[in-house]
């Protein structure tokens, strides 16, 4: 699969108004072709990628939103920044944090430096020195880790390759949103048969400004290469928009492996619309580890396209729901290859009036034999209001494919609390010991401080949740 | 050997559709030839004819994933397969298509 879809000739997409005077002015809210032109003219990038967006930009006005998942239909595309110059990122003052944001922060113990940048007070925080010797330990292994829009000045040629060949802009409303308007995310290249024992972590970068709302990152695993990438942290990330975009393409080439780990905790004004699949090619190995707190609203559904013999690919989710959010995950698995096999665990919480629901689709084609599939998805629910809901769509086109399915919904009950509780615990720790226990099975692939982090997150939001 | 159209007819990049063998078919006019194609995505059936072509590729408008034009071979997911191309033959300005 290789990539020369920009296809449309260059005329098309010679735009009159396009405004010099803007160029470096004060952030623009709303979304138009000035606005790409600004942030094109920002990044100084070449011409192909400029045009990459504009095309994108009006795919996005002549998609419609989803009519299924969660309720998108509140969203003002206009009422939102969609670059923001990231020396003159807007600044806030601490006090404008909200209280609850800071509180979360002081009782997961985030280090002074980190809580500001996390709350958009200071744009930088300075992760050099961590971050350095690293860096020199992947460039000895000839690993490429960037942001984004630095592989698209340094690497030209294997961003234009790779980029949207995996996800096309047109896929949905949201990636052609993200193509349009793009910035940060990283760019991941391991050579043949190279080992990253070290987690790639996107955490590590925020010098290079790797967090926003459309990130775009792209990660290329050549034949035979080893590595884990991770993802976010468990403290609030606290946002002066509602809107929260990324697109994630992978490419595991033949015998490789990847683990791309998220863990995320939007703040609760959040809409969490990300689109994330990976290709992978004979003998290789996908797996995504999920972990899905916070946001207003969210819709994820990692997948992974099975593309040649040997291929398999894992989702391991959870999500975790609590009053006021709909968080809509799940995955996707296209078999199109023989012997291909894949796994999804999907774990769900609900608490007061959250909702999470599981969103599956796997895909057996008929040329796809020998075909193994998995899934189990568990739902708790921690109360009477709470609610879970499962949609899972098989659709099996060759008769030698095993399947394993099962789907579960469990209550807390008074008796099991009750048992806990005859432990010792008090009622908000032991439901927080019920819910770690639950998830355990997939918090235990995280990074120890990760998975750390989480338990104390669980334990936060489960206070004042037991009478 | 079905005759399909005269070049005249063809506007470059711009989708023409037909019929061979009465099936829907959409040609496309390039600086590098004639195209000839099956007016189906791989994907999910969507008509190639909605889409403008490149001078070697066409995009499908439905879900963006690229097919060659003179193979057929999907270039990007969320295609998986080909979309059948066929021969085109042009003679004294008139466009037959064969399998
Ligand atoms: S129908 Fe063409 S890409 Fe989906």
């Known amino acids: 699969m290789q990539s020369q879809k920009n296809s449309i000739k260059k005329e098309e997409y010679t735009y009159g108004f396009h405004d010099k005077e803007s160029k470096f002015g004060k952030p623009l809210k709303g979304l138009s072709k000035e606005v790409i032109h600004m942030i094109s003219d920002r990044k100084n990038e070449p011409d192909w990628m400029r045009e990459i967006r504009l095309r994108a930009y009006d795919i996005f006005l002549s998609k419609s939103l989803p009519d299924w998942g969660a309720d998108l239909s509140e969203i003002d595309f206009n009422d939102i920044y969609y670059y923001i110059v990231p020396d003159e990122k807007l600044k806030r003052n601490w006090d404008e944090v909200p209280v609850k944001v800071k509180q979360t922060f002081e009782r997961l113990g985030i280090p002074e430096a980190e809580r500001k940048f996390l709350a958009g007070v200071e744009a930088q925080y300075d992760s050099e020195s961590v971050y350095s010797s690293l860096k020199e330990e992947w460039i000895n292994l000839g690993v490429i880790f960037m942001s984004t829009d630095e592989a698209v000045q340094k690497y030209p040629d294997i961003v234009k390759q790779y980029f949207g060949t995996v996800i096309p802009s047109a896929d949905n409303k949201f990636a052609a949103l993200n193509t349009a308007v793009w910035s940060g995310g990283s760019f991941v290249y391991i050579p043949e048969g190279v080992e990253v024992k070290i987690p790639l972590q996107a ?265 | 050997m079905e005759y399909i159209a005269d070049e005249s007819q063809l506007i470059l990049h711009t989708p023409f559709k037909a019929t061979y063998k009465e099936k829907p078919i959409v040609l496309f006019k390039t600086n590098k030839g004639i195209f000839a194609m099956e007016d189906r995505c791989s994907h999910e059936d969507f008509p190639l004819s909605e889409s403008l072509s490149s001078d070697t590729e066409v995009s499908c408008q439905l879900h963006g994933s690229t097919f060659d034009l003179a193979s057929g071979k999907p270039k990007s997911l969320p295609a998986l397969f080909p979309v059948k191309t066929y021969q085109v033959t042009i003679t004294e300005g008139k466009i037959f298509v064969s399998d």
């Open chain 1, 203 to 467: 955490y590590f970068r925020i010098n290079a400004k790797s967090m926003g709302q459309f990130e775009r990152t792209l990660i290329i695993a050549e034949k035979g290469s080893i590595a884990q990438y991770v993802e976010g942290c468990t403290s609030p990330i606290y946002e002066i928009n509602s809107l929260h975009s990324a697109v994630v393409e992978i490419i595991v080439n033949e015998g490789a492996r990847i683990r791309y780990t998220t863990i995320q905790n939007w703040s609760k004004n959040v809409y969490n619309l990300v689109t994330k699949r990976a290709a992978a090619y004979k003998n290789a190995t996908m797996e995504w580890v999920d972990a899905n707190l916070g946001s207003y609203k969210t819709m994820k559904y990692p997948s992974v396209y099975l593309l040649e013999e040997g291929a398999r690919g894992e989702v391991l989710s959870i999500a975790f729901a609590t009053d006021g959010q709909h968080i809509d995950s799940g995955a996707k698995m296209i078999h199109a290859a023989p012997n291909t096999s894949s796994l999804i665990t999907s774990k769900s919480i609900s608490q007061g009036t959250g909702r999470a629901t599981y969103r599956g689709l796997v895909k057996v084609h008929p040329v796809a034999n020998n075909t193994k599939v998995n899934v189990t998805c568990d739902a708790l629910l921690l109360d009477k209001t709470s609610r879970s809901d499962t949609y899972p769509d098989m659709q099996i086109d060759n008769a030698d494919t095993a399947v394993q399915h099962e789907a579960a919904v469990s209550k807390v009950s008074e008796e099991q609390l009750f048992y806990v509780m005859s432990r010792g615990l008090k009622g908000d720790d032991a439901m927080a010991m019920i819910v770690n226990g639950f998830i355990e099975p997939i918090a235990k692939l995280l990074p120890l401080e990760y998975a750390i982090e989480l338990n104390r997150l669980i334990q936060l939001e489960m206070e004042g949740s037991v009478g």
